[in-house]
């Protein structure tokens, strides 16, 4: 079992990420506040567009094996999580606090992070940069939450 490290949500594209302490998050709809929070026609299920998730040892090693540091916001996921190894949760169902998910896919660093961000990400983070889920029952979301496989 993990625990939530982080929540961040950017209210627009490329926007900065702005660190929350709890957000509510919606099946089909994603973070309220977030710049991909839905609010007309629902995500399609089983695309993994509701929640995104990364590990903070994952930034973590991004300093020490590549000496790129970023913010954990900076990598631009929903959820920093501690403790758990999210490419494990792929295919599975897991929660996070009062949120109910499933594992849809590896979140793989873009070339649009990179941009965002400083050089070497997109290789640096290749492999770990996280999950994307699909909710499938709403709630809230706080710092210090468990994440855990179900």
């Given at each position: 079992?993990?625990?939530?490290?982080?929540?961040?949500?950017?209210?627009?594209?490329?926007?900065?990420?702005?660190?929350?302490?709890?957000?509510?998050?919606?099946?089909?709809?994603?973070?309220?506040?977030?710049?991909?929070?839905?609010?007309?026609?629902?995500?399609?299920?089983?695309?993994?567009?509701?929640?995104?998730?990364?590990?903070?040892?994952?930034?973590?090693?991004?300093?020490?094996?590549?000496?790129?540091?970023?913010?954990?916001?900076?990598?631009?996921?929903?959820?920093?999580?501690?403790?758990?190894?999210l490419n494990d949760l792929v295919g599975r169902p897991f929660r996070v606090g009062a949120v109910r998910c499933v594992g849809i896919e590896p979140c793989d660093p873009c070339r649009h992070l990179e941009w965002l961000t400083k050089p070497g990400v997109?290789?640096?983070?290749?492999?770990?940069?996280?999950?994307?889920?699909?909710?499938?029952?709403?709630?809230?979301?706080?710092?210090?939450?468990?994440?855990?496989?179900?």
């Open positions: 079992m993990g625990i939530v490290e982080g929540i961040y949500v950017a209210a627009e594209h490329e926007a900065p990420t702005e660190p929350v302490e709890r957000v509510r998050v919606m099946p089909g709809r994603g973070p309220e506040g977030d710049r991909y929070y839905r609010t007309g026609e629902p995500n399609e299920p089983g695309v993994g567009r509701d929640l995104t998730l990364i590990e903070a040892e994952a930034v973590e090693g991004l300093a020490s094996e590549n000496g790129i540091e970023l913010d954990l916001g900076e990598a631009r996921r929903n959820v920093v999580t501690r403790g758990i190894g997109l290789k640096g983070l290749a492999g770990r940069g996280g999950l994307r889920a699909d909710v499938v029952s709403g709630g809230e979301i706080a710092l210090g939450d468990p994440v855990e496989a179900l």
